[in-house]
């Protein structure tokens, strides 16, 4: 079974940084792709970036382009999200969710993802 574990999260201010990490149990991580998402209270989960098999291929929401980083770490199985310049408005739950398909196709979209975990808060104050 595979599982995904989140880390990092935690109280920043505004303007600060904050790293993310997913750790992902079994085998065949480097054959997901993967992705974060994040949701606020009373908003639905929100797209924030994906990452191919590889690493090679990058998608980010609009919000977090330039500010946010996505990366990985094949031989450590985790994932990364370094996030730079924080508002108040990426206060939320982030998740991180894989796709065993590896098609890199539909990644904004959480119906894609096969496996998720259970999220860290994130929260930055003005």
């Known amino acids: 079974q595979v599982q995904l574990v989140e880390s990092g999260g935690g109280l920043v201010q505004a303007g600060g940084s904050l790293r993310l990490s997913c750790a992902v149990s079994?085998?065949?991580?480097?054959?997901?792709?993967m992705s974060w998402f994040r949701q606020a209270p009373g908003k639905e989960r929100e797209f924030v970036a994906a990452?191919?098999?590889?690493?090679?291929?990058?998608l980010y929401a609009d919000s977090v382009k330039g500010r946010f980083t996505m990366s990985r770490d094949n031989v450590k199985n985790t994932v990364y999200l370094q996030m730079n310049s924080v508002k108040p408005e990426d206060t939320a739950v982030y998740y991180c969710?894989?796709?065993?398909?590896?098609?890199?196709?539909?990644?904004?979209?959480?119906?894609?993802?096969?496996?998720w975990g259970q999220g860290t808060q994130v929260t930055v104050s003005s």
């Open positions: 969710a894989a796709d065993r398909d590896g098609s890199w196709s539909g990644q904004r979209r959480s119906e894609s993802y096969d496996y």
């Open positions: 990452i191919s098999r590889n690493g090679v291929l990058k």
């Open positions: 079994g085998r065949t991580f480097s054959s997901y792709d």
